[in-house]
């Protein structure tokens, strides 16, 4: 690939050389929204806007083929907006610059806006196709997915009126995506009056650090240690062991990372002071041997601390660290379908936000929303028996497989006629737009595919040119088999 004019298929290179002129940051997307209906009048193509901003472009049939089921082919039009330091640009008016390297296609210093843009430019080369095959067609282009979905959240039931739907932001060219995680959050609040330290206790900090960390969801099958788990644990052996009080605790961060550090400010009586020390040197070292493979660069650090004012009265202190000690984390259940997490629960911090008040925040995902719900359950009752406030968030739906899909039946046989290979076919353990579409459209069936992209969201995002080419000849046969 030496330049831009031997890119293949022509004209959706020259769509997404034509997008990439329209700034589109999510939630500033006006531009692109009028962009897409421009384009809609000049090709006297029928298209509708709704309130959220999604915009939806209709093609009939071609000639013969109008008894074929309605295909929605989506994108989202917003992109994310990153940058290197030493690049000037204004993503709200400037263009994005590319460049060919080999086989990939990248920006200029900045994010390529591939995701979801490669999809959005096959929608509209499709639109405007003559020599393509195909049913009715509705081309949708939903607005701010990439900051939470809320795009596809304000889409109204009825909106889009097709039978399936083929969703394009994906990111693994041969791999047909059937189904992605609903989630929600749990929260637990524990109040108590602090209790003014006893005499006696010798005070010591706790960290647990280093920790490799990743995404709740798609790293949750990773083994990757949970740092708040692993320092509960400590804390529940060493209350069993000498009565240890907690005075702070400040553990884990955002509610969809697992969780790389926590630290807790604990009191044990003076005369356990060189014992609990050996059993924090042991403790550590069968952890690491536990993860060995995953977590090569742990560290357990144990100092002594100034005496605090105020431990955990011992009943709370006891509630807490046995919750803590109880409750789900990591895998619930494995996709009966494929080889994938069906249900995750994610610890993902404890923090005593003021003297008084800790606040244990924790993320559940599932491609079924029943065992969302079971699965969130499981965390509400295990800190409301431990006394603590709790609240189920309303989260985000999932999108479940469906084993007697028409449109994947065609879809893989497509792929398998065309490349001589079979595709993989998986699931996701994290949101896509479909999970929204399933709630909204019960009965829509769905694939999601699209061109192999790297490095999405940051500076060093790159679409793999021949991918689009694949994906394009994919879609076409797909379209004209349905
Ligand atoms: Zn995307």
Same mark, same amino acid.
């Given at each position: 690939?030496?330049?831009?004019?031997?890119?293949?298929?022509?004209?959706?290179?020259?769509?997404?050389?034509?997008?990439?002129?329209?700034?589109?940051?999510?939630?500033?997307?006006?531009?692109?929204?009028?962009?897409?209906?421009?384009?809609?009048?000049?090709?006297?193509? /029928?298209?509708? #806007?709704?309130?959220? !901003?999604?915009?939806?472009?209709?093609?009939?049939? $071609?000639?013969?083929? =109008?008894?074929? *089921?309605?295909?929605?082919?989506?994108?989202?039009?917003?992109?994310?907006?990153?940058?290197?330091?030493?690049?000037?640009?204004?993503?709200?008016?400037?263009?994005?610059?590319?460049?060919?390297?080999?086989?990939?296609?990248?920006?200029?210093?900045?994010?390529?806006?591939?995701?979801?843009?490669?999809?959005?430019?096959?929608?509209?080369?499709?639109?405007?196709?003559?020599?393509?095959?195909?049913?009715?067609?509705?081309?949708?282009?939903?607005?701010?997915?990439?900051?939470?979905?809320?795009?596809?959240?304000?889409?109204?039931?009825?909106?889009?009126?097709?039978?399936?739907?083929?969703?394009?932001?994906?990111?693994?060219?041969? /791999?047909?995506? #059937?189904?992605?995680? !609903?989630?929600?959050?749990?929260?637990?609040?524990? $109040?108590?009056?602090? =209790?003014?330290? *006893?005499?006696?206790?010798?005070?010591?900090?706790?960290?647990?650090?280093?920790?490799?960390?990743?995404?709740?969801?798609?790293?949750?099958?990773?083994?990757?240690?949970?740092?708040?788990?692993?320092?509960?644990?400590?804390?529940?052996?060493?209350?069993?062991?000498?009565?240890?009080?907690?005075?702070?605790?400040?553990?884990?961060?955002?509610?969809?990372?697992?969780?790389?550090?926590?630290e807790a400010l604990v009191a044990v009586p003076v005369k356990y002071k060189?014992?609990?020390?050996?059993?924090?040197?042991?403790?550590?070292?069968?952890?690491?041997?536990?993860?060995?493979?995953?977590?090569?660069?742990?560290?357990?650090?144990?100092?002594?601390?100034?005496?605090?004012?105020?431990?955990?009265?011992?009943?709370?202190?006891?509630?807490?660290?046995?919750?803590?000690?109880?409750?789900?984390?990591?895998?619930l259940a494995m996709s009966q379908d494929m080889e994938l997490v069906e249900?995750?629960?994610?610890?993902?911090?404890?923090?005593?936000?003021?003297?008084?008040?800790?606040?244990?925040?924790?993320?559940?995902?599932?491609?079924?929303?029943?065992?969302?719900?079971?699965?969130?359950?499981?965390?509400?009752?295990?800190?409301?028996?431990?006394?603590?406030?709790?609240?189920?968030?309303?989260?985000?739906?999932?999108?479940?497989?469906?084993?007697?899909?028409?449109?994947?039946?065609?879809?893989?046989?497509?792929?398998?006629?065309?490349?001589?290979?079979?595709?993989?076919?998986?699931?996701?353990?994290?949101?896509?737009?479909?999970?929204?579409?399933?709630?909204?459209?019960?009965?829509?069936?769905?694939?999601?595919?699209?061109?192999?992209?790297?490095?999405?969201?940051?500076?060093?995002?790159?679409?793999?040119?021949?991918?689009?080419?694949?994906?394009?000849?994919?879609?076409?046969?797909?379209?004209?088999?349905?």
């Amino acid at each position: 690939m030496a330049n831009s004019n031997q890119l293949q298929p022509a004209s959706v290179f020259e769509m997404f050389a034509l997008i990439n002129k329209v700034p589109r940051p999510s939630k500033h997307e006006e531009q692109m929204i009028e962009f897409l209906v421009d384009f809609a009048k000049k090709n006297n193509l /029928q298209y509708k #806007v709704d309130d959220t !901003g999604n915009v939806l472009i209709s093609k009939p049939a $071609t000639l013969g083929m =109008e008894d074929r *089921p309605t295909v929605i082919l989506q994108s989202h039009m917003d992109m994310v907006c990153e940058k290197n330091n030493d690049v000037q640009m204004d993503f709200l008016k400037d263009p994005i610059q590319t460049w060919i390297d080999g086989e990939w296609m990248k920006a200029k210093g900045t994010t390529l806006g591939a995701d979801d843009g490669i999809g959005c430019a096959m929608e509209l080369a499709l639109l405007v196709d003559e020599s393509v095959k195909h049913g009715p067609i509705q081309c949708v282009f939903t607005r701010d997915e990439e900051t939470g979905l809320t795009g596809a959240e304000g889409m109204q039931p009825g909106f889009m009126d097709g039978d399936m739907l083929i969703n394009l932001d994906s990111e693994d060219e041969g /791999q047909i995506f #059937v189904s992605c995680a !609903g989630g929600c959050r749990t929260e637990a609040v524990f $109040t108590f009056t602090p =209790e003014p330290t *006893p005499e006696g206790l010798f005070f010591l900090r706790l960290q647990v650090k280093g920790l490799m960390g990743g995404h709740s969801g798609d790293d949750i099958d990773k083994k990757r240690a949970n740092a708040n788990k692993i320092l509960a644990r400590f804390l529940y052996t060493s209350l069993k062991r000498y009565g240890l009080r907690l005075s702070d605790i400040q553990a884990g961060g955002l509610h969809n990372a697992i969780p790389r550090e926590a630290e807790a400010l604990v009191a044990v009586p003076v005369k356990y002071k060189e014992q609990i020390r050996i059993d924090w040197n042991l403790f550590a070292a069968d952890v690491e041997e536990e993860f060995r493979v995953t977590e090569p660069s742990m560290q357990f650090l144990l100092e002594s601390a100034d005496a605090a004012d105020t431990v955990l009265p011992a009943d709370v202190n006891y509630r807490l660290i046995s919750a803590l000690q109880a409750v789900h984390n990591g895998i619930l259940a494995m996709s009966q379908d494929m080889e994938l997490v069906e249900t995750s629960s994610n610890l993902a911090s404890i923090r005593q936000e003021a003297p008084g008040r800790i606040r244990i925040n924790s993320s559940q995902r599932s491609s079924f929303m029943s065992n969302r719900h079971n699965m969130a359950n499981t965390i509400a009752a295990t800190f409301e028996l431990a006394g603590a406030e709790v609240n189920i968030g309303e989260g985000y739906p999932g999108w479940k497989p469906n084993p007697d899909s028409r449109l994947l039946k065609v879809t893989v046989e497509q792929y398998e006629r065309l490349f001589g290979r079979k595709p993989i076919v998986r699931g996701i353990h994290a949101g896509l737009e479909c999970g929204l579409f399933s709630e909204k459209y019960p009965n829509l069936d769905m694939v999601s595919f699209g061109p192999t992209l790297r490095g999405v969201h940051s500076p060093d995002e790159r679409l793999e040119i021949k991918t689009v080419d694949l994906v394009w000849k994919h879609l076409l046969a797909v379209l004209e088999n349905i």
